[in-house]
Each structure stands twice: as structure tokens, then as C-alpha cells.
């Protein structure tokens, strides 16, 4: 590993262990994620998966199952910025879970180019989608 990769790896190391600790805000039950997305060495955005603004922090229903209207921490992260006079076009998003398929769709949408994520989910789709649209997919296990 060169100098810049090492450097780059202990960055993506510090931001994805923020993210971890982002991720306990969230009143979801069933799992806990954090996002953030950085941009020249700054933090622009962050999110973790929980209500829309407005409803009550319970994410999950009588049977313990997430209610649909949920957010993911990717999506919360990404409409935070919609909301900010901040660009995400060409930041880098770490997000404690890999994403799903529809988070994928708006992290290639929000011109993000590089996910870093701690957690492997049971489907790729997501990964699969943005190495497709050629993001840089970097895991980094945090208990390594």
C-alpha cells in the first residue's frame, strides 16, 4: 500500500467508525445505520434510518416488522442536502450497512462517487449497481 492509500484507508477508517456512532441516534429496533457523506475532507451531510420528520420514532410495527415508510440513513444523508446549499456531486459516502438497490439508485443520482461501508447485507444488488455505474465500492470491517 503507497503512502496516499494508507492515508486514504485511515480517513475512510475514522469517517466509517463516525458513522457507526451516527448510526445510534436512530429509535429503529431492529438494526441501527449511520451515513455520511463527505466532501474535501468535510462532513456535508449525515443521516440515519428512522421516520420522516413529523411522525413518531417508532419504526417498527405491532409484529416487529419496519413499516414502510422508514428511511434508510443513505436517503436521510441525501435529502439533508437537497435541503443545504451543499453539492454532493463527487463526494464520498460511508455508510455502516451496504446499500440496497433503491439507496443505490439515489447515491448514483446525487453524483456521489465512492461508497465506503462496514456491514456486508444479504443482497449485493446495490453494490452491484453502483460498481455498474462505475462508484468506487470500498469495505472496511471495523472489527479488523
Avoid at 45 to 71: A, H, M, Q, R, W
Avoid at 115 to 123: A, G, M, P, T
Amino acid at each position: 500500500m503507497s503512502i496516499q492509500e494508507d492515508k486514504q484507508y485511515n480517513l475512510d477508517k475514522r469517517y466509517i467508525r463516525m458513522a457507526a456512532i451516527w448510526a445510534e441516534n436512530s429509535y429503529c429496533l431492529r438494526r441501527h445505520v449511520g451515513a455520511l457523506i463527505v466532501k474535501d475532507k468535510m462532513i456535508i451531510s449525515d443521516g440515519y434510518n428512522g421516520t420522516p420528520v413529523g411522525f413518531e420514532n417508532i419504526c417498527e410495527d405491532s409484529d416487529g416488522l419496519t413499516k414502510p415508510y422508514v428511511l434508510h440513513a443513505e436517503a436521510n444523508a441525501i435529502t439533508k442536502i437537497a435541503r443545504s446549499n451543499n453539492s454532493s456531486n463527487g463526494a464520498t459516502m460511508y455508510v455502516t450497512a451496504s446499500p440496497c438497490i433503491e439507496c443505490a439508485k439515489l447515491i448514483i443520482q446525487a453524483g456521489i462517487k465512492r461508497v465506503v461501508y462496514s456491514e456486508k447485507y444479504r443482497l449485493e444488488d446495490g453494490l452491484n449497481l453502483l460498481r455498474k455505474a462505475n462508484i468506487e465500492v470500498v469495505y472496511i470491517n471495523l472489527n479488523e
